[in-house]
């Protein structure tokens, strides 16, 4: 169906779902004779929109007591793709967030940190080397 659209003309094209007219106006900002980079744009999107959802699942999960999907839905709006970096290199610009004060800041920070732990730990006991 959205091949059709490719070959037939955006403009005759209508979709049907929600999804298909997001890439439909994905594929109309690109020009047609760059069609490669069209679905390596559509291939981020969709990769940047998983992301992002996975982001917003860790933040919320017991792991980080005190945050929920509303703040953490909060904190990955705000920095994006960039969260992870946020929260392990420049924690404090986490109170640029809506509800995120010092405590939730500091229980971000130690949540993320236990995890690291974890992870170090593991690494060590099976002999894998994480970098």
Same mark, same amino acid.
């Given at each position: 169906? *959205?091949? !059709?659209?490719?070959?037939?003309?955006?403009?005759?094209? =209508? @979709? +049907?779902? @929600?999804?298909? /007219?997001?890439? *439909?106006?994905?594929?109309? #900002?690109?020009? $047609? %004779?760059?069609?490669? /980079?069209?679905?390596?744009? =559509?291939?981020?999107?969709?990769?940047? /929109?998983?992301?992002? !959802?996975?982001?917003?699942?860790?933040? +919320? #999960? +017991?792991?980080?007591?005190?945050?929920?999907?509303?703040? %953490?839905?909060? =904190?990955?709006?705000?920095?994006?793709?960039?969260? @992870?970096?946020? *929260?392990?290199? %420049?924690?404090?610009?986490?109170?640029?967030?809506?509800?995120?004060?010092?405590?939730?800041?500091?229980? *971000? &920070?130690?949540?993320?940190?236990? &995890?690291? $732990?974890?992870?170090?730990?593991?690494?060590?006991?099976?002999? %894998?080397? @994480?970098?």
């Amino acid at each position: 169906m *959205i091949q !059709a659209a490719m070959k037939t003309g955006i403009k005759t094209f =209508i @979709p +049907s779902t @929600p999804g298909e /007219k997001k890439v *439909i106006d994905i594929l109309a #900002s690109v020009d $047609n %004779s760059e069609e490669v /980079k069209s679905e390596e744009a =559509i291939d981020t999107a969709v990769e940047t /929109k998983r992301l992002l !959802a996975d982001l917003r699942k860790y933040l +919320s #999960s +017991s792991a980080f007591y005190d945050v929920g999907p509303v703040t %953490s839905r909060r =904190i990955v709006t705000f920095f994006g793709v960039r969260t @992870p970096l946020v *929260i392990q290199f %420049s924690l404090h610009e986490l109170l640029q967030v809506t509800g995120v004060g010092r405590k939730r800041m500091l229980a *971000i &920070q130690r949540g993320w940190e236990f &995890q690291r $732990n974890l992870i170090r730990r593991s690494d060590e006991l099976t002999g %894998s080397d @994480p970098d």
